[in-house]
């Protein structure tokens, strides 16, 4: 139904950037209701970024000052700046959204991406 798919990762020396995408088709109850999610290899999945249905933006502490999560909603596109990148960001970075009000206001996300593999070099 909902369809996620990422794209931009790839490989970069520490310090460089990366800008991933994430193009929503099918149904999705709120294109701003949507996030970032990573996981590297051995490590739990994490919640990067968010952004709400009223535009606020949540980082996780790790990324904070360095990425920026955006959205185009006319394109159902949501967007993940990526600067200052380094070692421990590598992982792969999955896009996820949720199809319901309820799950929204649970941060509650059913439809996932099949994710953009990001590797950083020091």
């Known amino acids: 139904q909902v369809r996620l798919v990422e794209s931009g990762g790839g490989s970069v020396q520490s310090g460089g950037s990366l800008r991933l995408s994430c193009v929503a088709s099918?149904?999705?109850?709120?294109?701003?209701?949507m996030g970032w999610f990573r996981q590297a290899q051995g490590k739990a999945r994490e919640n990067v970024a968010r952004?709400?249905?009223?535009?606020?933006?949540t980082y996780a502490d790790s990324v904070k000052g360095r990425f920026t999560i955006s959205q185009d909603a006319a394109k159902n596109t949501l967007y993940l700046q990526m600067n200052s990148l380094q070692p421990e960001d590598t992982a792969m970075y999955y896009c996820a959204a949720v199809d319901t009000l309820s799950r929204c206001r649970r941060n509650d996300y059913n439809n996932w991406g099949q994710g953009t593999s990001v590797t950083v070099s020091s």
């Open positions: 952004l709400d249905t009223d535009g606020s933006k």
């Open positions: 099918g149904y999705v109850f709120r294109s701003g209701c």
